[in-house]
């Protein structure tokens, strides 16, 4: 699973494209392109002994070493067996289904890790040898599951091992339709669920994880998350409903009932919702992800899942956390229970047996009198309730009823969620990074007010990855090739404390507790640093009481002066992106020096976007100096000051009609005269404010003409009329700037 072994950096797949530059300007990010050109993984392993990574992908295996100035990458090419694509493809799966998608990465010693790939639907494992400098080498292999795993883009699998045994959630048939979860290979017995709706019905897998409910290793229970149809739905069956399974690590099955199946197999409903108004709640059902954040003592773990909305009104996404003491109430409550088809589910209130269904055979749950060491010696009446009763009647809620972060109607989805918990000046706080179908990267903390219930969304960052230019349902963090784009590989590092500014004020602004300001700079917090040097404010983030004594300002008192030229009757857009995600931004324009500095008033003909200033329809009288003013918990800072030059109609008009009644100079194609930079030869410059960069290859059509003089291009009509290039420009200036400014496309469209 991505992130689960990562300590310091945490692992994303990310499509290539330009802007990831700015990470890796920073040294934010280390970049791997598989050597064939698909890197496509499905598992990750790093080896902090080696100080390594390995991947599993495509066909391949990848040891990486995780230094930033050398990768030094080995590999395994692994393809399927001969003759297994070709019986892949007789049986209709396509060339992307029928490979060796490498899905389990164990450690089995200092020298030797077992990998299990997919094999064309032909599953098989190997032994594979770990060099001291990171080498690898295949040295033995064979099947390990008379089952066929799912298609290599499904979301129907999760895969975790324990002790040399694989457990496995995934869809065991050719078709689709026979979802189990698994125990192979090791040491312990092989068990599967039986085929019933009751215990799993269309399942979505997850994520699974090892959680010992106590200190007793014979009551550890494995512990899967998955989303299906729920049978005790009163909607016709079509309702999805999010789960937590277990299954104890000690089940062996039953002696004469549940043969080879699993006897302790319980599960219980997931609840994230928002209460609203009359008692009526808002539901996010479907499961997208789930991350475990362990404590340092190991015990009572919390469980934080990404959850999406199935509602067809609007799209939702909240996270919501649960504390394993709550998930352990509800295993211990009652029962779900159903008299028959026209009864209503309601919890089973009469007697159950003895040792209750769903309990480990251990120290902590056999009594003096009645031992029971395996769970084939349970009796035949607990296994017949097990079957009978998997599902609990109680839910399991989250902390303090309700998610600790909701965001709807998003232009993009949500898809994992890894956390890290961090040691700040004023307490532990839990860092999330979201990563999104978009191309980014969403850096997250919620703060808890007291005892109230709500808690406030702080959004640290947002990582802009890579462009969006891909089909949405790819997800950032599992990609297929496509023709637009080559996958990678990025190591994101957490934190990159500099980019919050120079100045103490910014620093605290930013409210990241992973920074602080040390006197000098804003770097990172350390818990042993000297205390009258540590400035950070993450609950409130007031710059006024921790740095008054400080660089308050930084280099923020004298900001530079841009100049933007707009052509009236035309859109133009001043862009102004605070550093802080929570500021306020307010803009003032100074026109001239008789008028005093105004709040710029907005309405239909100009915006305020979330990256600056639209004007849909500019007029001469806009020209001004203006002032885009950050506020944030009583502090104020000018971010950006922009002199806006509108040039006039008449203007336009006298520098097309020169073009036409003038033969321009013929000049050399390496470019104009040196000399001849002044008038008529700065038609260039001129071209290029009133038309802009979006039309940068009819420009260039226009100079090679004017500089080159070549009427054989003019007369295949491959240099277009400068009155056209100039409607052309109009309608592409909006274009220009939704794509470079992301301006919203309704107010980028006039």
Not at 130 to 147: K, M, P, T, Y
Not at 472 to 493: D, G, P, S
Not at 590 to 596: A, F, K, T
Not at 703 to 727: F, I, T, Y
Request: glycine share 6%; proline share 5%.
């Amino acid at each position: 699973s991505l992130g689960r072994y990562v300590a310091i950096d945490y692992i994303f797949l990310l499509p290539f494209d330009s802007s990831h530059l700015d990470l890796l300007a920073t040294n934010r990010s280390i970049l791997f392109l598989g050597h064939r050109g698909i890197l496509d993984f499905r598992s990750l392993y790093l080896d902090e002994y080696r100080d390594r990574l390995f991947i599993g992908g495509k066909d391949t295996l990848y040891s990486l070493r995780l230094d930033q100035t050398n990768m030094d990458a080995k590999e395994i090419y692994w393809p399927p067996l001969p003759g297994q694509k070709e019986e892949c493809f007789r049986k209709g799966k396509d060339s992307t289904e029928c490979a060796n998608y490498i899905r389990v990465l164990y450690p089995l010693n200092r020298t030797h890790l077992l990998a299990c790939g997919t094999g064309a639907f032909h599953p098989i494992c190997a032994l594979v040898y770990v060099g001291h400098r990171g080498e690898v080498r295949r040295e033995a292999s064979s099947s390990f599951l008379a089952i066929s795993l799912p298609s290599a883009d499904t979301d129907l699998l999760t895969i975790i091992m324990m002790g040399g045994d694989l457990y496995t959630g995934l869809t065991a048939d050719f078709l689709g339709r026979d979802s189990v979860i698994f125990r192979t290979m090791g040491h312990r017995s092989s068990l599967r669920t039986e085929m019933d709706q009751r215990l799993l019905n269309a399942p979505k897998f997850v994520s699974a994880y090892l959680i010992p409910d106590n200190d007793d290793r014979d009551n550890d229970k494995v512990y899967f998350f998955f989303t299906e149809k729920a049978v005790e739905s009163d909607s016709k069956g079509r309702a999805i409903f999010s789960r937590v399974g277990r299954i104890c690590v000690n089940d062996a099955g039953g002696q004469r009932v549940l043969v080879n199946k699993w006897s302790t197999f319980n599960k219980a409903r997931l609840v994230c919702s928002v209460p609203g108004p009359d008692g009526i709640d808002t539901y996010f059902d479907e499961l997208e992800d789930v991350f475990l954040l362990r404590t340092k003592d190991g015990k009572s773990p919390e469980i934080y899942a990404l959850f999406s909305t199935i509602s067809n009104v609007f799209q939702g996404f909240a996270v919501c956390v649960y504390r394993m003491a709550d998930i352990w109430e509800v295993f211990n409550g009652p029962y779900a229970h159903k008299d028959g088809p026209d009864h209503q589910w309601a919890a089973y209130e009469g007697k159950v047996p003895y040792p209750r269904p769903g309990v480990c055979p251990s120290k902590t749950t056999n009594q003096p009198s009645r031992q029971y060491s395996s769970t084939k010696d349970y009796p035949d009446e607990v296994l017949h309730f097990a079957r009978a009763h998997p599902l609990m009647s109680k839910a399991v809620h989250p902390v303090h009823r309700r998610p600790v972060l909701v965001k709807t109607n998003l232009q993009h989805r949500l898809r994992q969620i890894v956390v890290d918990r961090v040691e700040a000046e004023d307490g532990q706080y839990d860092v999330m990074f979201i990563g999104t179908d978009a191309g980014s990267i969403l850096k997250v903390i919620a703060l808890q007010r007291g005892n109230s219930a709500a808690a406030e969304e702080v959004i640290l960052e947002e990582l802009q990855v890579f462009k969006v230019n891909f089909k949405r349902q790819q997800c950032i963090l599992y990609l297929q090739n496509t023709k637009e784009m080559t996958t990678l590989f990025a190591q994101v590092k957490l934190h990159q404390c500099e980019t919050y500014g120079t100045a103490c004020a910014e620093c605290c602004l930013a409210r990241d507790p992973y920074c602080a300001w040390d006197g000098h700079t804003c770097t990172r917090y350390q818990a042993s640093g000297k205390r009258r040097f540590r400035r950070q404010d993450i609950r409130n983030g007031n710059p006024m009481h921790h740095c008054l004594d400080q660089n308050l300002t930084g280099e923020r008192s004298s900001t530079e002066e841009k100049v933007v030229y707009g052509t009236e009757h035309n859109s133009t857009f001043l862009e102004c992106i605070p550093k802080s995600p929570q500021a306020t931004v307010q803009w003032f324009v100074h026109r001239s020096p008789e008028e005093l500095r105004d709040e710029v008033k907005t309405d239909d003909r100009i915006m305020k976007t979330e990256q600056g200033l639209l004007f849909r329809k500019l007029f001469r009288q806009d020209a001004g100096m203006y002032y885009c003013k950050a506020q944030e918990h009583g502090f104020a800072q000018t971010v950006t000051k922009i002199m806006l030059e509108v040039i006039e109609g008449e203007q336009l008009e006298q520098v097309f009609q020169r073009e036409q009644e003038e033969e321009p100079p013929r000049l050399p194609c390496r470019g104009p005269d040196p000399r001849m930079l002044h008038g008529q030869r700065m038609w260039f410059k001129d071209i290029m404010h009133l038309i802009g960069y979006a039309n940068l290859q009819r420009v260039e059509e226009y100079c090679e003409r004017v500089w080159c003089g070549d009427r054989q291009l003019r007369h295949k009509g491959k240099s277009p009329k400068s009155k056209n290039m100039l409607d052309g420009g109009k309608k592409g200036r909006a274009k220009q700037h939704s794509e470079r400014n992301r301006v919203p496309r309704e107010a980028a469209a006039t």
